[in-house]
């Protein structure tokens, strides 16, 4: 037998709670990636690997860790 999965009624989950903003530093991330193996093709042996450093082991890291901060309701409504 096949459990089938609650759908949410109306609201579209996703799994990884990625929003635009995740995204788009995600982008950022490949963008610096693709630039540093440009620049490895271009013979930059400085340049190339802080580029990929950075790409690799900084800012995509930092766009799978980041979560927009909400305000909390709960909170708010205990400073009143």
Known sequence: MVA????ASGK???SLGFTSSN???F???IAFVI????AL???SLTLAPILLVLGYCV???IAIMYRCKKDD???SAGAE
Do not use: H, N, Q, T
Not at 4 to 7: L, M, N, P, S
Not at 35 to 38: A, L, Q, R
């Open 4 to 7: 089938k999965a609650k759908v």
């Open 12 to 14: 579209s989950d996703d």
């Open 23 to 25: 995204y788009i530093i």
């Open 27 to 29: 982008a950022i991330g």
């Open 35 to 38: 630039i540093g193996f440009i």
């Open 41 to 43: 093709r271009l013979g």
């Open 59 to 61: 800012i995509i890291p």
């Open 73 to 75: 309701p709960e909170k």
